[in-house]
């Protein structure tokens, strides 16, 4: 993943998650401009500031990298749903999917 990939990925998923930059740098223990020097392009956080963004967004690293998923939690959140769901209800859920891909 390329730098400009990485600060629009981290600028898609906080804005997933409703939040401004300020109060996700504040809410990770950083000063109030840390998010948006990441997302300015201005700087990288340590390896371990990146884990507690991710743990932050509710997105594991392998979730923060996968620029497929354009909102991992809530894909998450339906994937546990559907787990619990009858057969004839997942049939319905998958044909529900496919019709709005469409």
Not at 45 to 54: D, E, T
Not at 57 to 70: A, I, K, N, R, Y
Not at 85 to 101: E, G, S, T, V
Request: hydrophobic share 35%.
């Amino acid at each position: 993943m390329e730098k400009g990939d990485f600060c629009w990925r981290l600028t898609q998923l906080r804005l997933n998650k409703g939040v401004s930059a300020r109060d996700m740098s504040l809410s990770i223990g950083q000063s109030p401009n840390y998010i948006n020097g990441i997302e300015s392009g201005q700087s990288y956080p340590s390896m371990q500031n990146f884990f507690y963004i991710c743990e932050y967004l509710g997105v594991t690293p392998q979730e923060f990298f996968d620029v497929g998923s354009t909102n991992p939690t809530k894909a998450n959140e339906l994937l546990r749903i559907a787990k619990t769901l009858p057969n004839d209800q997942l049939d319905h859920l998958i044909a529900i999917a496919k019709a709005m891909k469409h």
